[in-house]
């Protein structure tokens, strides 16, 4: 809770009398005067921490008054004191909303257990207020190649610098959200604990690390937590305390990751030509009656089903007929069942390949596993049953599923305007299919969407905001959009919102993709966008229409000082694709822009791009 409080300064004195002091004048008050006076008067002896705490200490009271009919037990305790209240402040960095989805469960957890509790997103938090806090927890994803997310960028810097503050009297906890696959694994969350204990902080819980199924992990942690915290709170004297009115978790209608809205496919069409090597599908879902409502630039949570078929492969490599039973969540199933809706069977990862090097004593997968940098390279590369097939081990079905991790869905940049189709929602998908030997290899979600549901079959969704990826609020601002391959879904939803809107600000686009004839994704409504004028400018990049192969980052230099003069008129820069090389590549060409045209050395035109994302300025959505 966010409660303004008036400082006054310590060395001016106000009389009780009839006299308004300046610095609340203007402000409708229901005191009368002698009851005015005699709070400015203590008011103005108070120190700003002392002020911060009595704004939450009368906010109790009057909680408590207002709620006069509730059992003593349901209602608040307050008490005065002279040292700030306890209370446990949560603070999210996050980039596509994993980490905010914990925190918000946390705060709801805390509340529902009495504790006094404050959510923040870490863009609004100042770093230096850690130093007027008991117990902090804070939820951090990790972005890109061991990165802080967009919103967490200033704080993460903040407690690295010289103004950060000593934090003896602070107990902190972290969770931090990540994917084993990548080198730099919860990375972010590693950061915030370590900047928090060299600047004296207490961890009082040990920080925990979780993967891509991190649900359950991260519910246990969030109760020990809580456990402790509540404990903590209750234990140090009543004069340090001040406990909010107990009441029920607020009830959140919306769908969820947890509870997911069963919606209907309206269309599934491919867009590339006949000859692309490529085959990405536009994608409908009907939305009718949900209530759901999305912005431009959030994400579709998909829960897909894996292929039967792909299932019986799996089965077949461990010697396993698929009628065996399992017990997953507390419901016996058999493990054909297991695998085609509970389980991961598509995409391995590292603590798959060491698992099972284990199990079969393969000594190719034990030697991959020696070298972490090839383990990565090779689970990212490797389906399941491709891993299974190194060494043939028969499995009991409890040890086929210890080896795999829980399904999670899949997250699909939004391509369309709700202002633009109503109650639906758009999808970019690309087929994710390549050969294996004589095997055709599929990905899990976009096989689903694009081969396996029919249109008018169910599929389960639920919208993921993304604040770190939104239009600006001025619609007189110019945008600049770099979007190659699917890359482009976002940015389709931008044009559709800016049209309904009428925004008056120019629209840059920046789409690459294999070849002009076959893969120019929306290429006849681009071409209308561009020439109704909505679209000031678009500029493509084929890679494979020429010898040389030309990427939307070389499409950008060619611009370097038109880049620039948009930038200086205060354009936005978003991005969307490939986050180990299109997106290093675009953010490096923006750099030497910076260098180039606006005749920086390469260290502040490095600072220059850094402040755009600061500001706001230089949006990402990579994958």
């Known amino acids: 809770m966010n409660r303004d409080v008036v400082t006054m300064s310590s060395q001016k004195?106000?009389?009780?009398?009839?006299?308004?002091?300046?610095?609340?004048?203007?402000?409708?008050?229901?005191?009368?005067?002698?009851?005015?006076?005699?709070?400015?008067?203590?008011?103005?002896?108070?120190?700003?921490?002392?002020?911060?705490?009595?704004?939450?200490?009368?906010?109790?009271?009057?909680?408590?008054?207002?709620?006069?009919?509730?059992?003593?037990?349901?209602?608040?305790?307050?008490?005065?004191?002279?040292?700030?209240a306890g209370k446990l402040s949560i603070i999210f960095a996050s980039q596509t909303g994993n980490a905010k989805g914990v925190a918000e469960a946390l705060e709801q957890e805390a509340k529902a257990q009495g504790i006094a509790v404050e959510l923040f997103d870490a863009s609004d938090y100042k770093g230096k207020n850690l130093a007027k806090e008991t117990h902090v927890i804070i939820v951090a994803s990790t972005n890109g190649e061991g990165e802080a997310p967009d919103n967490a960028i200033e704080l993460h810097e903040f407690l690295q610098s010289k103004k950060a503050p000593k934090l003896p009297n602070l107990s902190y906890g972290v969770i931090g959200l990540g994917d084993s696959s990548y080198e730099f694994f919860c990375q972010t969350g590693k950061d915030f604990d370590a900047y928090l204990s060299k600047l004296g902080a207490t961890s009082?819980?040990?920080?925990?690390?979780?993967?891509?199924?991190?649900?359950?992990?991260?519910?246990?942690?969030?109760?020990?937590?809580?456990?402790?915290?509540?404990?903590?709170?209750?234990?140090?004297?009543?004069?340090?305390?001040?406990?909010?009115?107990?009441?029920?978790a607020s009830a959140h209608s919306e769908y969820t990751k947890q509870n997911p809205y069963t919606a209907t496919l309206l269309a599934s069409q491919k867009i590339t030509g006949r000859d692309s090597g490529k085959d990405v599908r536009h994608v409908e879902i009907d939305l009718d009656g949900s209530g759901?409502?999305?912005?431009?630039?959030?994400?579709?949570?998909?829960w897909f089903e894996n292929s039967s078929d792909l299932a019986n492969e799996v089965l077949a490599k461990v010697g396993l007929s698929g009628v065996e039973s399992v017990e997953v969540d507390g419901e016996s199933l058999s493990i054909h069942s297991a695998l085609v809706s509970k389980f991961e069977i598509t995409a391995a990862n590292p603590q798959l390949v060491t698992k099972f090097a284990e199990l079969s004593g393969s000594k190719k997968l034990q030697k991959l596993v020696d070298d972490k940098d090839k383990l990565r390279e090779y689970a990212g590369n490797t389906q399941i049953v491709d891993v299974l097939a190194e060494k043939k081990t028969k499995l009991s079905a409890e040890e086929l599923i210890g080896l795999l991790r829980r399904l999670t869905p899949r997250l699909y940049s939004i391509a369309s305007a709700q202002s633009e189709v109503d109650e639906e929602?758009?999808?970019?998908?690309?087929?994710?299919?390549?050969?294996?030997?004589?095997?055709?290899?599929?990905?899990?979600?976009?096989?689903?969407?694009?081969?396996?549901?029919?249109?008018?079959?169910?599929?389960?969704?639920?919208?993921?905001?993304?604040?770190?990826?939104?239009?600006?609020?001025?619609?007189?601002?110019?945008?600049?959009?770099?979007?190659?391959?699917?890359?482009?879904?976002?940015?389709?939803?931008?044009?559709?919102?800016?049209?309904?809107?009428?925004?008056?600000?120019?629209?840059?686009?920046?789409?690459?993709?294999?070849t002009f004839t076959q893969d120019f994704l929306y290429q006849v409504e681009w071409q209308k966008y561009l020439k109704s004028g909505l679209v000031t400018q678009l500029d493509v990049a084929f890679s494979r229409d020429q010898h040389e192969k030309v990427y939307v980052q070389h499409r950008l230099l060619e611009h370097a000082a038109q880049v620039w003069q948009w930038l200086e008129e205060g354009a936005y820069v978003y991005v969307c694709g490939d986050a180990t090389r299109m997106a290093k590549d675009v953010h490096d060409a923006l750099i030497t822009i910076a260098e180039q045209q606006g005749g920086f050395s390469r260290e502040k035109a490095e600072e220059f791009v850094n402040d755009l994302r600061k500001a706001k300025r230089y949006q990402r959505d990579v994958y």
Not at 35 to 58: D, K
Not at 476 to 496: E, L
């Open 13 to 84: 004195k106000v009389s009780s009398g009839n006299t308004t002091p300046p610095e609340l004048a203007g402000l409708a008050s229901p005191l009368n005067d002698q009851q005015f006076g005699a709070l400015a008067q203590t008011v103005s002896e108070l120190s700003p921490q002392q002020l911060a705490w009595a704004s939450g200490y009368f906010w109790g009271l009057s909680q408590n008054q207002a709620v006069g009919a509730q059992t003593p037990v349901a209602q608040a305790t307050a008490v005065v004191s002279t040292k700030p």
């Open 204 to 248: 009082f819980i040990d920080r925990i690390d979780c993967d891509v199924d991190y649900d359950a992990p991260a519910a246990e942690w969030r109760a020990k937590a809580l456990e402790q915290v509540k404990e903590a709170l209750s234990s140090a004297s009543e004069a340090e305390v001040v406990q909010l009115p107990v009441g029920a």
């Open 292 to 302: 759901i409502s999305y912005q431009p630039g959030d994400a579709l949570g998909v």
């Open 425 to 514: 929602v758009h999808l970019t998908v690309g087929l994710v299919e390549y050969q294996k030997g004589d095997a055709t290899r599929y990905g899990g979600a976009s096989s689903y969407l694009a081969q396996r549901l029919e249109e008018g079959g169910e599929v389960k969704v639920f919208v993921e905001n993304n604040n770190n990826f939104k239009l600006p609020q001025d619609d007189n601002a110019p945008v600049i959009m770099i979007g190659p391959g699917t890359g482009i879904a976002p940015f389709r939803s931008f044009v559709q919102e800016r049209d309904n809107r009428d925004a008056e600000g120019k629209n840059w686009l920046f789409f690459g993709d294999r």
